[in-house]
């Protein structure tokens, strides 16, 4: 059975980095795309970026180029995003979703990770 | 990007009657890759359709997936208690990948 578990909540101030994680068990790591999309309260669906565990190439929505990095470690089937300079409007629950190779679909997602930023 | 926006935003129904969502695409979206997820207060999305009228794997047949080019619609013929959710749909045949506003159905 497909799982993915993340980290625990987060708590910064503006300006801080965060780094939130997504370990998978029961596929195989290497053969599915690990995106990243996040949902502000009360708000909709918005993708952050992806990357392929398989050869590490990484994809990221323009808004958030030079600000996020994402990253898969094989040897511990974990993926992780990186987001800096955090502002208030990155408050959000942060999601990791697998998807097949080469199409951008979210075919298995993450419980989530509240990111909360404030001083 | 390939902007989508849903309508209604909010659908208020009665169990055991018919739902119908529109999604719609600013642009062509290439080889009609448009899904469509459910998401229940608390929970993260899950896949119901892909590929415009694929069923993902486990999804009830009560819901249907139709459409192509730059206008798609989810129905869920009967609507269950536990199909009163918020409905996004999201393209995926040009990247950057998008999703619409979302469609909340709830009970009436």
């Known amino acids: 059975e497909v799982q993915l578990a993340q980290s625990g909540a987060e708590v910064r101030n503006p300006g801080a980095t965060v780094r939130i994680s997504c370990k998978v068990f029961?596929?195989?790591?290497?053969?599915?795309?690990m995106h990243w999309v996040r949902q502000a309260p009360g708000k909709g669906l918005e993708w952050v970026g992806l990357v392929d565990p398989g050869d590490g190439e990484t994809r990221y929505a323009a808004k958030f180029q030079g600000r996020v990095t994402t990253s898969a470690d094989t040897s511990t089937d974990t993926a992780y995003m990186e987001m800096r300079s955090l502002r208030s409007e990155d408050t959000a629950i942060y999601y990791c979703a697998i998807g097949p190779p080469g199409v951008e679909l979210l075919t298995y997602w993450g419980p989530g990770t509240l990111v909360t930023v404030s001083s | 990007e390939i902007v989508l926006t849903q309508s209604p935003g909010t659908l208020s129904l009665s169990p055991g009657e018919r739902a119908t969502l529109s999604c719609r695409a600013r642009?062509?979206?290439?080889?009609?890759?448009l899904a469509w997820y459910q998401q229940k207060p608390g929970q993260a999305p899950r896949l119901l359709i892909f590929g415009a009228s694929g069923r993902a794997t486990g999804i009830p047949d009560r819901f249907s997936g139709s459409g192509s080019g730059t206008d798609f619609t989810l129905t869920i013929s009967r609507l269950e208690p536990e199909d009163f959710a918020v409905y996004h749909c999201q393209q995926y045949g040009t990247s950057p990948l998008t999703f619409g506003g979302g469609t909340k159905v709830e009970i009436k």
């Open positions: 029961g596929y195989t790591f290497t053969n599915y795309y």
């Open positions: 642009q062509s979206v290439r080889d009609d890759y």
